[in-house]
């Protein structure tokens, strides 16, 4: 597995981003994929999650009802659809796969991480 994030930028308030995760390999299409995000001076924290066939996707409470996830494992991708931006959303957003086929918010059962992609939203 090698994960590539993408899709980060500036965006204003109220606007809309779509982030994706490609696994360059082409091999976790049965790994749950997670997205987490790390803001400046905080800690990362759990954003989103997805199992290996598209279920049980979960989503932190501060993002429920305006991010979305979703994985199309014929182009090995896993996205995270977010609508009505906050500036708090304001972080670099990291996706990460598990060794499992379901897996949650705990960051520790993450095994593959990529490079992160930066998302800034203005007020």
């Known amino acids: 597995v090698q994960l590539q994030a993408s899709g980060g930028g500036f965006v204003q308030a109220g606007g809309s981003l779509r982030l994706s995760c490609v696994d360059s390999?082409?091999?976790?299409?049965?790994?749950?994929v997670g997205w987490f995000r790390q803001a400046p001076g905080k800690e990362r924290e759990f954003v989103a999650s997805?199992?290996?066939?598209?279920?049980?996707?979960s989503l932190a409470d501060s993002v429920k009802g305006r991010f979305t996830i979703s994985r199309d494992n014929a182009k090995s991708t896993v996205y995270l659809q977010m609508n009505s931006l906050e500036p708090e959303d304001t972080a670099v957003y990291y996706c990460?796969?598990?060794?499992?086929?379901?897996?949650?918010?705990?960051?520790?059962?993450?095994?593959?991480w990529g490079q992160g992609t930066l998302v800034t939203v203005s007020s």
């Open positions: 390999r082409r091999t976790f299409n049965n790994n749950a």
């Open positions: 990460a796969a598990a060794l499992s086929s379901y897996s949650g918010p705990n960051s520790a059962s993450y095994r593959y």
């Open positions: 997805i199992s290996w066939n598209g279920g049980r996707p």
